[in-house]
Nanobody
Framework: VQLVESGGGLVEPGESLRLSCVGS????????IEWHRQAPGKERELVAE???????NYADSVKGRFTVSRDNAKNTVYLQMNSLKPEDTAVYYC???????WGQGTQVTVSS
């Protein structure tokens, strides 16, 4: 199983980014997939998740700004991040829930 994130970068406050997590060796449609983030000096935290039945869940800090979605044909899970804030700066990871499978992470920096 391999998870590869992409889409991170440096943006200004209020801008948007879309992160992608491509899976190989696993069918995302049959698993619960999570997005976590870890800011410098802080613990890793759950940001959003999409269950296999397509139900989604979000941390309060990103609710209304972030949207998780899945493209089964591409075996890819996305995290659309709008209205980004400096406090969203972190390395973002995708994770197969209840497993040891993590991606390598992609850096998101929000700064003016």
């Amino acid at each position: 199983v391999q998870l590869v994130e992409s889409g991170g970068g440096l943006v200004e406050p209020g801008e948007s980014l879309r992160l992608s997590c491509v899976g190989s060796g696993i069918f995302f449609s049959t698993y619960d997939i999570e997005w976590h983030r870890q800011a410098p000096g802080k613990e890793r935290e759950l940001v959003a998740e999409m269950f296999s039945n397509s139900v989604t869940n979000y941390a309060d800090s990103v609710k209304g700004r972030f949207t998780v979605s899945r493209d089964n044909a591409k075996n890819t899970v996305y995290l659309q991040m709008n209205s980004l804030k400096p406090e969203d700066t972190a390395v973002y990871y995708c994770h197969v829930k209840y497993s040891q499978h993590w991606g390598q992470g992609t850096q998101v920096t929000v700064s003016s």
